[in-house]
């Protein structure tokens, strides 16, 4: 399991385009922890009205559900910017040069992909609870709440499409580093060996004192 990584930036147009997209990664990943910690207010609200007024919170599990692909896909596109996202490397840990870039740049393809077609079907899944002509606009709701589904069930081919735009950054910036041969190539996760990382944590020690 690869450790921390980090990307390199200069004035390039795609290293422009990486920090433009990073904003909207850490928006998405913002709402994703705001949303785990709103279930520890709702399970508060259901625990406590349980026990002191004998009346828990209508839905709960229907809250949980919601709640559950913005806590557990929103911040995959963060994560995979900064190649702190789980993978193997036992292989790539071997190679350098344009052997590992070439390979990379195959890895994150063969990834987009994937995504693409998970993207176009998730959004078809939102577009079959999803209904202007209807009240609430929805097809579908939560059986104890009567909530529409479609928000959550949209909440999917975003997160899925923002990831596609990072995973093709990547795939530019990691073709890009296998062309020209680069060591230090941007816009892509440069992974860290056990004594960078050891002295990045000892940097940022020493920064707080």
């Not at 910690?37 to 919601?66: D, H, Q």
């Not at 740049?105 to 987009?112: C, D, G, H, I």
């Not at 990547?170 to 992974?191: C, E, F, H, K």
Request: proline letters at 4%.
């Amino acid at each position: 399991m690869a450790g921390s990584a980090a990307v390199l930036e200069d004035g390039s147009l795609l290293s422009r385009l990486d920090r433009r997209l990073l904003i909207l990664e850490r928006i998405f990943a913002l709402i994703g922890g705001l949303a785990v910690l709103s279930l520890m207010f709702l399970a508060v609200r259901s625990v406590g009205g349980r026990e002191f007024f004998e009346k828990p919170l209508a839905g709960y599990t229907n809250w949980i559900e919601a709640m559950m692909p913005i806590i557990a896909i929103l911040g995959v596109s963060f994560v995979q910017r900064d190649g702190t996202h789980i993978r193997m490397d036992i292989l790539v840990s071997r190679l350098s040069g344009r052997v590992l870039w070439a390979l990379e740049a195959f890895m994150v393809l063969l990834t987009l992909l994937l995504m693409m077609a998970l993207a176009v079907g998730s959004f078809e899944f939102f577009d079959r609870a999803f209904d202007c002509a209807r009240p609430l606009c929805s097809r579908d709701s939560f059986d104890d709440i009567n909530m529409p589904t479609w928000p959550y069930k949209l909440v999917v081919p975003l997160a899925f499409g923002l990831l596609c735009l990072r995973l093709a950054i990547q795939v530019v910036g990691y073709s890009r580093a296998a062309w020209l041969n680069l060591d230090r190539p941007v816009a892509v996760p440069m992974i860290l060996s056990v004594a960078d990382q050891a002295r990045l944590e000892a940097e940022q020690l020493e920064g707080r004192d």
